[in-house]
């Protein structure tokens, strides 16, 4: 039984920067993808886990408000 699990990121964009992001990379998730992969060789795991703290509470707080 494999107990891996996966996530899911859901963006929001407006129509036209749908449009802006379709014309410099047409295929968006393969894009997104890869950049994931890069900062997370790049930056390592503290960096990643770093980025998730200020993340977290930035979210926290923007639905406070």
Same mark, same amino acid.
């Given at each position: 039984m494999n107990n891996e699990t996966? !996530?899911? %990121? *859901?963006i *929001?964009? $407006?129509?036209r920067d749908w449009q802006a992001l379709m014309r410099l990379?047409?295929?968006p998730v393969l894009w997104l993808r890869e950049k994931i992969q890069e900062s997370l !060789? #790049? =930056? =390592?795991a503290? #960096? %990643?886990a770093s980025a998730s703290a200020t993340a977290a509470a $930035? /979210? /926290?707080s923007a639905t406070r408000q």
């Open positions: 996966h !996530r899911v %990121i *859901s *929001s964009l $407006n129509e990379h047409p295929q !060789r #790049a =930056g =390592g503290d #960096a %990643i $930035n /979210t /926290t």
